[in-house]
């Protein structure tokens, strides 16, 4: 018989944009709960994802990559990263290093804003991804060590993400760093979100998967109907974009992108509900809907930033 649980707490994951904190948090439950994409700002709200490890409950929380905002959905998605991090047990920093051809593996720039902005008295794990592009790994140490003159990081554990090699190693530190006390919550807990927002998120995530330019930042998708009563989960959900030209292109010709995005996300959802799955899909044109507070609190993005 294990042990009881003595150690719990909220863990925000938090770096830039596309360093694989979603690829993190996905390996870490064991399961594709984020959506993930090539393209930058994916990943909008904070989204739990509830581990137990080593004795300890581990409340995964990712969060949006902090970048330079320039409407104010963004400033809202780097207020959400913030909030998560200035109330974490611990924070796990996630960075990347250089693409293959990179000469060196210098710290990025936004790195450096974000350790002197973010948690600075909360204890920082700090996490190398995508590792697997460096063959030799002792090309690694100049970024290491210059790390380490930005912050006092409590451990510092390399990774890819993507692969989940040393996934198993960031979650032992990060249940050695959590307060001691009891779980927050039931010991078969996944996530604390519906599905109904997983049910967006999985249209949102093939319309990134699909589209290109600026209509991927231009989406957002609301759930106007959940229906598990039946035999058939019953979906209907209205994909919101900024211009009319975004609308058609996401409907496609005679339909067929509308079609496609919506039979892929439809799938996506019936993995995560074990259940058939029938999803509408409807475009409307909602002018300026990233810049609107009103808006963006339907939408539920918040809107006070």
């Not at 927050?184 to 249209?203: G, H, K, N, Q, W």
Request: glycine letters at 8%; zero cysteines.
């Amino acid at each position: 018989m294990s042990s009881p649980l003595h150690r719990a707490g909220t863990v925000a994951i938090v770096g830039r944009p596309n360093v694989g904190k979603s690829t993190l948090l996905n390996a870490a439950v064991g399961q594709a709960l984020a959506i993930v994409s090539a393209k930058p700002q994916t990943t909008r709200d904070r989204i739990l994802g509830v581990v137990e490890r080593d004795g300890a409950q581990i409340a995964l929380l990712d969060t949006p990559g902090l970048h330079k905002p320039s409407t104010r959905l963004g400033r809202t998605m780097n207020a959400t990263a913030r909030e998560a991090a200035r109330t974490a047990d611990v924070i796990v920093f996630v960075t990347d290093v250089p693409a293959r051809d990179a000469v060196t593996l210098g710290v990025h720039p936004g790195d450096r804003t974000l350790l002197a902005d973010i948690g600075a008295g909360t204890p920082t794990l700090l996490v190398i991804n995508k590792v697997d592009r460096v063959k030799k790994k002792e090309r690694l140490l100049p970024l290491l060590t210059e790390l380490a003159t930005l912050r006092d990081f409590a451990g510092v554990v390399p990774i890819s993400a993507r692969r989940t090699e040393g996934v198993e190693r960031v979650l032992a530190e990060v249940a050695r760093l959590l307060p001691e006390g009891p779980p927050m919550f039931e010991p078969d807990a996944l996530t604390d979100r519906p599905i109904r927002f997983f049910a967006s998120e999985y249209v949102r995530e093939q319309i990134l998967k699909t589209t290109h330019e600026e209509v991927p930042h231009a989406v957002a998708v609301q759930v106007e109907t959940y229906d598990d009563t039946g035999a058939v989960v019953r979906i209907e959900a209205t994909i919101h974009v900024e211009r009319d030209g975004q609308k058609g292109i996401l409907v496609g010709a005679g339909g067929s992108m509308l079609k496609a995005i919506g039979t892929a996300a439809r799938e996506r959802i019936e993995a995560l509900v074990g259940r058939k799955v029938h999803l509408a899909l409807w475009v409307r044109v909602t002018p300026g809907w990233t810049e609107s507070p009103a808006a963006l609190a339907e939408l539920g993005y918040g809107g006070t930033t």
